[in-house]
């Protein structure tokens, strides 16, 4: 009793029973936030969105070519991004040039087609990485512009929230109730799966109020059960093909840089909760390039940018289980699920003010981590360049709501808030005097922000 337990680095020491069960717990853990994108998209086409079944499909295939291309050796998995929400619901409501007379759907595969670009940026950062290495990249990405521009990818997203929450506030009330209860206070497997316990819960008090007799705040069913009993069991995920536009890729592929810092911070925590410097070997190239392909395959189908997830590192931790063969197996898992439409429609009748109440917590997270990207790293905003450098970002990002359409010869160009948040910072950081941020040196920052490779302080810096 007390003792550590001892990690596992070859599961088919346990046997196979153990190694499948230990696959479904890691599903389990994704599954939540990964079906939540596309249902949230969905809010945003007006019904015309995202699958969910070809979400989950690029999410098991995504991270099977992640691993393939980290040499089958880093135990992570790649689920939907939530940073890319934003550029979702920017591209629904493009009403300028060729999006004047678009309907929702013909919309979605220009917003694709972002994902695409964005997922080959991953690719180039790769290479400049393998070439002059990660020190000299982090010099023109410090926390100054990474820190603000995060904080507005969650702030852009806070009226959507309100929007589907108001629904029925009491459903969004419970729903943010219970992801808070087990995000705090759950024990084992249920602190790692808040988001998941908060939509089934908060699920089955909406069915006992329909049952009840209750409505919407306007009116509507709660719940509508009609699509279900028509669905089949077994059915092929609906593609949507990318299409191209480089006003849908100025809104997709400027969020790029928020997700590649996240990817870089991902896999230094896998690397620290087992042990192992992946950051080394296979080497953050590799593991940057598998998650670029995946998020780009994902785009080319009609799917979500991928991204590695925090909630499997945390099953990793819960269970000492560091072999990657698990998580392939929960990538089987959610291949094999997106090909049952039953299910996918099931999950389809959720209703919107639960998805607001669980996306109180969701975007205000992606605001926290900005904050504390800045906090950690200790950015000093005594001197006016800094402060210069945040308040222009934090200013572009949340004030241009409708962003920027001009001309060039007969194509219009929209910049929206986000891609002239990350343009000006960028510039500005670059050109104003004073850049004096340089990676490894403020190494207990440089932990915080999960781009060490050394996770060991000294004891002058404790």
Known sequence: MGEKRQAIYDATTLGKPKMLILGLQHMFAMFGATILVPILVNNYFNGEGLSVQVTLLCAGLGTLLFHFFAKFKVPAFLGSSFAFLGGFATVAELKAGKFADMTYGEKLPYACGGIVVAGLLYLVLAVVI????????????????????????????????????????????VALAVVI?????????????????????????????????FTNADGSAILDFAPIAAASFVGIPKFVFAKFDITAILVMAPIAIATMMEHVG???????????SFIEDPGLHRTLFGDGIATAFAGLVGGPANTTYGENTGVLELSKVYDPKVVRIAAVYAIIVSFIPKVADIIGTMPTAIIGGISFVLYGMISAIGVRNVVENKVDFTKSRNLIVAAVILVSGLGFSDGITFMIGETSITLTSLAIAAILGIALNAILPGNDYNFGVNHQG??????????KISEDEE
Not at 193 to 210: C, E, R
Not at 446 to 455: A, E, H, L, Q, T
Request: hydrophobic residues 55%; proline residues 5%.
């Open 181 to 213: 209860f087990f995000n705090i206070w759950g024990k084992g497997m249920f602190k790692i799966i808040p988001i998941l316990m908060g939509v089934v819960i908060s699920y089955v008090v909406a069915v006992i109020m329909q049952l009840a007799g």
């Open 266 to 276: 991902d896999i230094s925590a896998i690397s620290a909760t087992t042990g192992n």
């Open 446 to 455: 440089d932990i915080n922000r999960g781009v060490s490779f050394n996770n």
């Open 130 to 173: 393998r070439l002059v290495g990660v020190k000299k990249v982090m010099h023109f990405l410090p926390p100054v512009v990474t820190g603000p521009i995060i904080i507005c990818i969650g702030l852009s997203l806070a009226p959507s929230a309100v929007s589907n929450a108001s629904a029925n506030w009491f459903l969004a009330i």
